[in-house]
């Protein structure tokens, strides 16, 4: 449901309530009640004292909260303070208030005298609702234990569940705020970006640097992104949605930004209950190419089509390992048609098999997030829209020259003529293989692989010159090869590396030049380029694309050019040869931006402790705050609280 129908209701909302007959009960004009914005002012003002918390009617993510903050304060102004009053308030106040409104017997009551033992105990149950409401369970506990430590009721205070409902529900509502229009608190969970930021790295988001983007699905928890933690289950409800929006910001994404952004693959995910964080990996799309894989293997059509190759290679006298010929050719009948392949492969994973062999283990089921909740990845932006990237030799070309490179990257090497020890390579050059596998900066053997820095390189080539380095190369393209022929196998790696596409070959350290989309930039659609739009018009335009013999059918027009309607970023790890970056999964709509990574608060080390050295560390040079958006992102959190919890 769109957003102007949750407004509408907060407009409606003093209506609804009769307000207007609430009002004179309060000694106020009744038309004032019905002055938008204007009587919230005053019912926040004459019940709680806090009338500027009017402003947060405005923001998504709170609204609904301030609107029900308003019906319960509202009625308790009359004494109604029981646990259904509480409720009704909260969910649904309409049938209160006009009890309220057509009583000449509930009048105004004074505010609560909290030494007289009756009032306590007529509003004890609506508070512990509050309380309940603002933190489940964890509310009441913190308050129980800070009772027994000795902060208990004093006589002529307000009770401790009052006390804690109130600071909580400021504390989440202001939480809210900040987290969806300031900044957001994100932690480095891979080592894709390393060695920039290393796993373990806390840092803050700046919503501020591009803008903050309005939340699409405003209803939700605010101490979480998008599920609850222990029990698995979404921090939001989707019955409000909004459309894409941004408010000003400092500027524009600039290249080589560090940028947070919302995962473009993640629409789908798989939620596995034997993984930690209750996902089978993010890349649904890619699990689907895996399962249909997986499929097609198993199949009696594939077991056919190798006997009828089979057959075909000995009546021509062909030479060789014919089964092991037949059984790779034999993918071809899955190259030239796999939909039905991925087709099955959806519903099996839809139906809580988990993908591969048959088991009597179940996942959780599908799980399918709007842009807003799907998971938060952090890369650096090397093209933004317009901008021509290629990749060559492992090197990124930006606009036909070589892009920046930084200190802290990590870049692949082959080292040979020389021969190393792992004590060497940890206490000497400081280069480290996690316990766990996540981080692994060398490989040692007749062929040494290294993953360094800059500086690391630099002192390796100092401490041994004879040493020959060579670009690692984990798998060669062959698209440059304008005679190559690509053989079966071939084909199918393809689909491992965007555009996932059987005939267009790109690897991680070779890719083919291609244009970053600009809004407004117009493409030409052919067999050719449609592969590196598909998931553009269909997926982040929500468009109907159809590929049929005759051509291309966008929302069932045929046509030869596609306008786009969103910019578009091309992001990458700044681990090189270890990150599941836009190589993998291709463009950022501009719609999943979250802000710019700007500074670490905290650092430890999953297997070496808290990194000192680290901890308020600007990211970088580009991503970092500037002196002016640091000391506004300072004052703005310093007026917001004054305001809120002070003035307001």
Known sequence: MSFIYFYLLILLNPIL?????????LGLNPAYALIPVFNYFLVYKITNKKPFWTILLVFPGVHLVMMMVANVSLVRRFGQFSWSDTLQGIFFPYLLTHKIASS??????????????????????GDHIVLFMCLPVLGHALQYVLSLVGKKDKVGKKTGVKEWGDSLLFALVAATVIRSYVFEPFQIPTGSMEKTMLVGDFLFVNKLAYGPKVPVTPLSYPLVHNNVPWVNIPSYLTIEKGTYFRLPGFGEIQPYDIVVFNYPSGDTAVYDPRIPDGLMGHDYHGIVNSEAQWQFKNSEEHAQQIDVLKKKYKAEGLAGNLDSMAEMNAW??????????????????????????????????LIF??????????????????????????????????????????FKWDVTNVQFTEQEMEERFGLENAPDGSRVDYQLGPVNVLNLSKSEEAEIRKAYPKAVFKVHIDQEAYFRDKNHVPTVIEKLENIN?????????NTMTDFQEFTVPKKGATVELNATTIPWYRRIISAYEGHTLEEKTDGIYIDGKKTNSYTFEMNYYWMMGDNRYNSADSRVWGFVPEDHIVGRASLVWFSKSPYKGVRWERILKNVSQEGSFSIVELILFGLGIVLLFVIFKYWA
């Open 17 to 25: 309530g009769q307000w207007w007959k609430l009002f004179k009960k």
């Open 104 to 125: 000449d017997k509930i009048e105004m009551v004074s505010d609560t005298n909290w030494n007289n033992a009756r009032e306590l105990e007529a509003r004890k149950w």
């Open 332 to 365: 071809q009948l899955f190259i030239d048609n796999p939909e039905p392949w991925k087709a099955k492969a959806r519903t099996k994973l839809a139906s809580g098999e988990f993908p591969g062999d048959p088991s009597d283990e179940r996942h959780g089921g």
């Open 369 to 410: 997030r709007p842009v807003d909740k799907r998971e938060n990845y952090i890369k650096r932006c090397i093209g933004i829209p317009g901008d021509k990237i290629r990749i060559e030799n492992a090197t990124v070309y930006r606009n036909g020259k070589p892009a920046k490179t930084f200190d802290e990257m990590a």
């Open 497 to 505: 590396i965007f555009p996932k596409d059987f005939n267009v070959n």
